[in-house]
């Protein structure tokens, strides 16, 4: 089974070819950052509209790339959800334009299930069951997975996702859009201990998340301390190391409640390198295994769409959603 996949949740233009046999054929991938930079942030509108005007030559390029024609393929897989209601619509109007046109089915398939996915593109791939960190801009949830569709949601955060804390700290320091990749660029340069945050609800029990007041914190640190270059990078690196333990600590307690020793890590944080070498060394500490998908597939991609559309129509969908959601609680997904 080959299948096109489409993503268009947020501000990138994300399209692969996944094969049952082959593996992943093709996948591209074009940033509207350049975009949305002067505006501070995404703009919904012009983001729809860069979606309009970069899809089909994407998808004509990456059939090319994956040398397969169009009666090659035998379904269409597409973002239905979460995250902007003008770009999902974009992304799924074209996908089920084309399935219709080249007669094969199209599923709509939830982002955070592609990102949770994205690591079994890997070698090695993690098996079920595990528990997955989902670190994003728009979520942070810690989620069991005992198989495709079958997700139990662990904790959440309450307030701001990790990215978008990592976004709003990037602001307060100076940092352009995107600020994560930026914050955790000045944290290198960062000494450690200059500044002390809280590591937000780690000290009562408990797997969910508030990254809010840990913004606020270093607002507050940023107002009463001079404003040099030195000084920022330590705020930096003084909120990364709140944010990655933070992270780590309910880490440990995810795995040590479920009795798993797979931990998964996807969505853009987990590009986030001391997160990544932290992780690694504290679960191996516990005798378990970290799976991360490489660097582009953390961010959002057309691969991780792709392969769960691939999953999804390998087992004949069950679910296959009519519109498109802007929100759309993962635990809601069943197996198919
Ligand atoms: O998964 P993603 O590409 O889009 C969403 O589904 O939201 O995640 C984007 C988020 C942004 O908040 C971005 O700042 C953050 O991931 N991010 C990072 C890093 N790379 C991307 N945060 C911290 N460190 C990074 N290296
Ligand atoms: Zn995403």
Known sequence: ??????????????????????????????????LHTEYGG???????????????????????????????????A?????G????????????????FAWRVPSIGIHHMEGHLLAPMLETPAPAFPFVALLVSGGHTLLVEV?????????????DDAAGEAFDKVAKLLGLPYPGGPALAKLAEQGTPGCFEFPRPMTDRPG????????????????????????????????????????LLIKCERALQ??????????????????????LKERVTQLGGEVFYPRLEFCTDNGAMIAYAGYLRLARAASSVPSAVAARWPLDSLTAP
């Open 257 to 278: 409640q479920t009795g798993h020793r797979r931990l998964v890590v996807a969505g853009g944080v987990g590009a986030n390198k001391s997160l990544r070498a932290r």
């Open 1 to 34: 089974m080959r299948v096109l996949g489409i993503e268009t949740s947020c501000d990138e233009t994300g399209v692969a070819v996944y094969d049952g046999r082959r593996g992943l054929l093709a996948h591209a991938l074009y940033s509207q950052v350049k």
């Open 146 to 158: 005992s198989g495709v569709g079958r997700y139990h949601t662990l904790g959440e955060s309450l």
């Open 207 to 246: 797997l969910d998340f508030s990254f809010s007041g840990l913004k606020t914190a270093v607002l507050t640190a940023r107002k009463a301390a001079p404003d040099d270059f030195q000084t920022r990078a330590d705020l930096a690196r003084a909120f990364e190391d709140a944010a990655v333990d933070t």
């Open 42 to 76: 995404v703009v919904p509108e012009l983001a729809s509209r860069d979606h309009v005007r970069k899809l089909l030559p994407m998808i004509h390029a990456a059939l090319a790339e994956a040398k397969s024609r169009s009666e090659q393929l035998d379904g269409i």
């Open 84 to 99: 902007l209601l003008g770009a999902l619509l974009v992304g799924a109007c074209l996908a089920r334009a084309l399935a």
């Open 78 to 82: 597409y973002t239905a959800g979460p």
